[in-house]
């Protein structure tokens, strides 16, 4: 069965997430059929009310969009669209905050930029 992992966080907005990555990953292509809200309410275990909430939001996004009688279905440029609202919450997320942090450290840009580049040969 699947899991949801983060308890600190509602439900919904945990399966609008999965989804998202879904279509991020392109496991779910734009213009295919997403799961029905009861398929998702029996692998996460939840409530089907609390799964179309989920769903929902991202109706209300334009990420998804009911064929009246068939489901719900990725709708085109979705996944475009995904990638730059994570693109935004990445800059926001890590590199704000590391770069704030590394202005406390007294860690120049220069400094900074190797380091990443470092990390970045890890391979």
Do not use: C, H, W
Request: glycine share 6%.
């Amino acid at each position: 069965m699947g899991n949801l992992i983060d308890d600190t966080r509602p439900i919904f907005m945990q399966i609008a997430e999965r989804i998202e990555n879904d279509i991020i990953e392109e496991t779910l292509l734009e213009e295919s059929q997403v799961p029905s809200t009861n398929q998702f309410a029996v692998f996460y275990q939840i409530n089907p009310a609390t799964a179309a909430k989920g769903v929902n939001l991202l109706v209300d996004q334009g990420i998804l969009y009911k064929k009246r009688g068939i489901g719900m279905f990725v709708a085109s440029g979705a996944r475009a669209v995904l990638m730059e609202k994570r693109k935004e919450q990445f800059y926001e997320q890590y590199v704000v905050t590391m770069i704030r942090e590394a202005e406390k450290l007294g860690i120049t840009l220069d400094q900074l930029t190797k380091m990443i580049q470092r990390g970045d040969n890890r391979s």
